[in-house]
């Protein structure tokens, strides 16, 4: 059994965390992945404060365990808070800019954990001045534009700079993963496009197949859903429409500023973010975010997925240190 201070804080079996997909990591995802031994986050993407007190109590249906909320700070506001404050949710995670002092101070009152999901040294150095309980980190893995930097460069530099737990994100798939991000200093990893295929994931089965089936060097980073979500490149398979808008949408180049928000002529052929997600599945595109093909076109139960991840990094692990024996 792979435990670490995180995994022992929170009573997990495993070190392994699901990501807060939007509009996909609800709350049937969230608690199997809690029921399972990891930790399951729900996506709070641009819900209003009604809907996101209604996943949390769903969720609390489904799982007696510990589970996160992952919030955009442009979409989050202080009936946001206030919904989580009362529902005392174990963890919450920030993205996208910095929590307000006084939010961090609320939610560690009622109980709740504080967390920040970070992509350079310098977003990490202005985290540390939060007060927040942990970070996660994730780098150029996270998609074109999202980093300059990969995780293998910045996870031990964040690990380096805090005594507070590290978790990985981004591109980690299986226990080779798993096992590369502790060696690193990550406390756990946390896994998005990995658990797109989860038979407990909301996503449609036409979105499955068509992130199963693109391939990683093939997807394009563009500004298709930059309309609700300014500074956002989305890493996208390049099929229908995608292809249709290659000309008049704005490709990311790593670390450039987003054209979209630059300027107003963009914005008018993007997609709604919303649109897009009820529409998964019937619409010739592929989606937002994934990373890789091949792990995710087999469709299992989260908690096969967390299982077969743990056995292939022990195993690894413990390959390496019959090695240092015999050395
Ligand atoms: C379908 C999908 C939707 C996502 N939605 C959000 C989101 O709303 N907010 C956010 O901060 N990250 C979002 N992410 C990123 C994940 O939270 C996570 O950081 C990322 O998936 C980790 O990388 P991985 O997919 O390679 O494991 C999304 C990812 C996917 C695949």
């Known amino acids: 059994m792979l435990q670490t201070n995180l995994t022992r804080t929170f009573g997990l079996k495993s070190p392994i965390l699901s990501a807060g997909m939007a509009f996909v990591a609800r709350p049937q995802l969230a608690a199997a992945v809690s029921n399972a031994g990891g930790m399951g986050f729900l996506g709070a993407d641009m819900a209003s404060p009604e809907a996101l007190a209604d996943l949390i109590r769903q969720t609390r249906r489904l799982t007696s365990q510990p589970f996160g909320i992952d919030v955009m700070v442009p979409f989050f506001s202080e009936e946001h808070l206030d919904v989580c404050v009362a529902a005392q949710v174990p963890i919450v995670n920030f993205f996208w800019g910095y929590p307000q002092w006084e939010w961090v101070e609320k939610l560690q009152n009622a109980g709740s954990r504080v967390w920040m999901k970070v992509r350079s040294v310098d977003e990490a150095k202005g985290a540390l001045q939060c007060g ?91 500004n298709l859903f930059s309309r609700e979500w300014p500074d956002a490149p989305a890493d996208v398979a390049p099929e229908r429409p995608v292809d249709e808008w290659t000309t008049p949408v704005v490709l990311f180049r790593p670390g450039a500023a987003n054209p979209a928000t630059a300027s107003d002529s963009v914005p008018e052929r993007g997609f709604h973010v919303a649109a897009f997600a009820d529409s998964m599945g019937t619409m010739a ?14 469709l299992r139960p989260a908690a096969e997925i967390i299982q077969r991840m743990m056995r292939q990094a022990e195993g690894i692990l413990a390959k390496y240190s019959r090695w240092q024996a015999v050395a």
């Open 132 to 222: 927040l309980d942990a970070l996660v980190v994730q780098a150029s893995e996270g998609g074109p534009g999202f980093s300059l930097t990969s995780l293998m460069t910045l996870l031990p530099a964040v690990v380096d700079m805090t005594p507070m737990p590290v978790i990985a994100s981004g591109s980690i798939l299986d226990g080779r993963g798993l096992a590369a991000a502790l060696a690193l200093g990550a406390e756990a990893v946390r896994c998005g496009t990995r658990f797109l295929s989860a038979v407990e994931a909301e996503a449609q089965s036409e979105y499955e197949r068509r992130v199963g089936a693109s391939l990683t060097d093939q997807n394009i980073g563009n």
């Open 285 to 298: 595109s592929t989606g937002m975010f994934p990373d890789t093909n091949a792990p995710v076109s087999e």
